[in-house]
């Protein structure tokens, strides 16, 4: 007779401080997200994304003592996002008319998918008027500049040309439209057709500028 050796038993590993720290964090960026592309900036009040994240205020203030923090916090996020989008666009296997195409496609997935990119507009505008704001977002939005500038960089898509400057501004001021656009109640297949058109001349100076000797 086979006897059943009894189950080991299940060991529940507790949380710790740091992930319900990570858990809050989660919440309060979501949150903040949500708010700022339905109310916008001066109405996205810590007392607000308090309520909304389902977490105390103390709570939330202990990880982000000012407004100015979560925001922060939230164009941090979104850039960690994007990158890892856009790598995963350019790590793809096929030529790199295939991969230039990926990354216009995940350009534009960021603008109609998802409330955080109207939400980092929002942080960005509200940077002229909150001089709080304006200082603990300059050095985290130029710290993703020269992180996304290097990054891009290295998959030779962004050499020292000055025309790649210019480009990328324009499709950061585009999409930047685009998602103003989008708010005010523009039809999606209306951008969608503006998008195409922009990305026809995007696509072409992009590939020439990656021909380009480093």
């Not at 710790?16 to 919440?27: N, W, Y």
């Not at 890892?84 to 109609?112: C, F, I, N």
């Not at 990328?168 to 989008?182: D, H, K, M, P």
Request: hydrophobic share 45%; glycine share 4%.
């Amino acid at each position: 007779m086979t006897v059943l050796s009894p189950s080991a038993p299940v060991v529940v590993r507790r949380r710790t401080q740091a992930d319900r720290s990570a858990e809050t964090r989660a919440k309060v960026i979501q949150a903040t997200v949500i708010l700022l592309q339905t109310q916008g900036y001066a109405a996205t009040t810590i007392q607000r994304i308090a309520k909304m994240a389902g977490v105390s205020l103390g709570a939330l203030q202990h990880q982000f003592p000012t407004k100015a923090q979560v925001m922060a916090m939230v164009l941090r996020h979104y850039a960690v996002k994007r990158a890892r989008l856009y790598r995963r666009a350019l790590s793809m296997k096929g030529s790199p008319e295939d991969r230039v195409d990926a990354m216009l496609d995940t350009m534009w997935r960021l603008v109609t998918e998802g409330p955080e990119f109207l939400a980092t507009v929002e942080i960005e505008l509200a940077r002229r008027s909150d001089p709080d704001l304006e200082e603990v977002t300059a050095p985290v939005l130029k710290r993703i500049d020269q992180f996304m500038t290097r990054w891009l960089s290295g998959r030779r898509l962004a050499p020292p040309d000055p025309h790649f400057v210019e480009l990328r501004l324009l499709n950061s001021a585009l999409l930047r439209g685009l998602a103003v656009e989008r708010a005010r109640g523009v039809p999606l297949e209306d951008l969608e057709r503006s998008f195409e058109t922009w990305r026809r001349f995007s696509r072409a100076e992009l590939l020439r500028v990656a021909d380009r000797p480093a």
